[in-house]
């Protein structure tokens, strides 16, 4: 079982950045893709940015250009950083691991990120 933390959401001005963490019990290398959802309050769950084995990085239209998935292989950890934010982008973040050969799936407790006009 491998169990996803994250850090680094928070309170926020438009226009600020934060860089969110999500760190993994064990290794992030066999993972078929590493993922970051948001959702926004009375809102569905959506997925942000999705990178493959790989290397292959999508982004959400909303999000492209502002935001930046990156992964440390040393470290068992992946990243987003989010540069521009506005208050659309104010939601719960969560990180999402994924194993297509076992189809299973692992998600982070999930982080809050405020963005204020």
């Known amino acids: 079982q491998v169990q996803l933390v994250e850090s680094g959401g928070g309170l926020v001005q438009a226009g600020g950045s934060l860089r969110l963490s999500c760190a993994a019990s064990?290794?992030?290398?066999?993972?078929?893709?590493l993922n970051w959802y948001r959702q926004a309050p009375g809102k569905q769950r959506e997925l942000v940015t999705s990178?493959?084995?790989?290397?292959?990085?999508t982004y959400a239209d909303s999000v492209k250009g502002r935001f930046t998935a990156s992964r440390d292989g040393a470290k068992n950890t992946m990243y987003l950083q989010m540069d521009n934010l506005n208050p659309e982008d104010t939601g719960v973040y969560y990180c999402?691991?994924?194993?297509?050969?076992?189809?299973?799936?692992?998600w982070g407790q999930g982080t809050q990120v405020t963005v204020s006009a």
């Open positions: 990178s493959s084995s790989t290397g292959r990085t």
């Open positions: 064990g290794s992030i290398v066999s993972f078929s893709s």
């Open positions: 999402n691991a994924f194993v297509a050969a076992r189809n299973v799936e692992f």
